[in-house]
């Protein structure tokens, strides 16, 4: 299968990003939700910062207080040779049985005429403000329905991994509506047209005791309340998606079904995409999906970075048999290439 990605890879790097404030360096741009909104591709961007660390002997990691005299995003010090300290993982540090991150994220908007030039915002689009957010907002997804945008978002706490909403009909302005599905679920996205009267949304739990991280759709009658949860598909062993799996891009409408294209990733942390067939009336059933994945990390952009060996979509846009897809290269970057639909959809094996 063709991939042609964009010459002008990585399109958007940490060093396009102002930080939010002085004492800040942003470390990581990737993951955003995509959307065409009038001339323009809009990227709604992750962007993870951290403070700038300038003494060896400590670590510093950011986080929101909501509470005391002064609210807002505070900088929290470790010494490094406390023996209780674990640094192993870059994307966080543990200490006396609580886990940090080791940045905090928020999300900020870019926008391109031609889809490949993008000119970021001075300014985040939504930042952390609640406890839920207490360590950021990550991995955006945008879906149109009515006139009105609907932004589901990872917010992450101590409390754990929920999705959260928010709206908007401007990418000026938005709303936030707060947690629509607890702790722990990730890769959030609402479909681009009710199903049976209904909304529908894909959504990852994790479970801990049994079972693996899996996709599932729920469905509401309105965008804040889920439930009549339904198992969609899980992980295949021995492959490309033998660790885990997740929503990627917002589902679209092909002749033949919803096309989901999806992460998935092997036990030591690869990530690659795939693809899956959904049915048009009932998307909790799977028609056929990738055997192999339609997008793996080969670019050196994809393979070394924060996460080396990781592609990551939020979002996608579709223009007749075209599909581009923009994404995370190894949780460092934003990076964008382009496939054709009939070829992923020949790709598939049925799942009959």
């Not at 439930?227 to 033998?242: C, I, K, M, T, Y």
């Not at 496939?339 to 790709?347: A, N, P, Q, T």
Request: proline share 9%.
């Amino acid at each position: 299968m063709r991939v042609d990605r964009f010459s002008e890879n990585p399109l958007i790097t940490p060093k396009d990003v102002p930080p939010t404030r002085d004492d800040f360096e942003v470390v990581c741009v990737f993951n955003p939700g995509v959307i065409r909104f009038g001339d323009e591709t809009l990227l709604l961007m992750r962007v993870a910062e951290r403070p700038r660390q300038g003494d060896p002997r400590i670590v510093q990691v950011p986080h929101l207080d909501v509470g005391g005299d002064a609210p807002g995003v505070h900088i929290r010090t470790f010494p490094r040779d406390d023996p209780s300290l674990d640094l192993l993982d870059a994307r966080i540090i543990q200490c006396a049985g609580r886990t940090y991150l080791t940045s905090i994220s928020h999300l900020r908007m870019a926008r391109s005429k031609d889809g490949r030039r993008f000119t970021v915002d001075e300014k985040p689009a939504l930042v952390p403000d609640r406890a839920a957010e207490a360590y950021g907002l990550e991995d955006p997804r945008i879906t149109e329905l009515d006139g009105t945008y609907y932004i589901v978002y990872k917010s992450v706490a101590p409390s754990g991994i929920s999705q959260s909403l928010a709206t908007t009909r401007d990418f000026r302005t938005f709303e936030k509506h707060g947690v629509i599905l607890p702790p722990e679920n990730m890769d959030g996205m609402i479909f681009p047209s009710k199903i049976g009267g209904r909304y529908a949304a894909l959504h990852r739990p994790f479970p801990h005791l049994v079972g693996e991280p899996s996709i599932w759709v729920g469905y509401s009658e309105d965008p804040l309340y889920w439930g009549d949860h339904r198992f969609l598909a899980g992980v295949l062993p021995g492959g490309w998606e033998s660790g885990r799996i997740g929503g990627g891009a917002v589902p679209f409408m092909t002749e033949g079904g919803w096309l989901e294209i999806y992460h998935g990733a092997t036990p030591d942390n690869r990530y690659s995409l795939g693809a899956m067939l959904l049915e048009a009336d009932r998307p909790e059933r799977v028609i056929a999906r990738s055997a192999r994945p339609i997008l793996e990390p080969e670019a050196p952009y994809e393979v070394s970075g924060f996460v080396p060996n990781v592609v990551f979509t939020g979002g996608a846009i579709v223009d007749g048999d075209r599909l581009t897809i923009y994404y995370g290269a190894a949780d460092t970057a934003i990076a964008g290439a382009e496939m054709s639909i009939s070829e992923i959809l020949g790709s598939l094996i049925s799942s009959a």
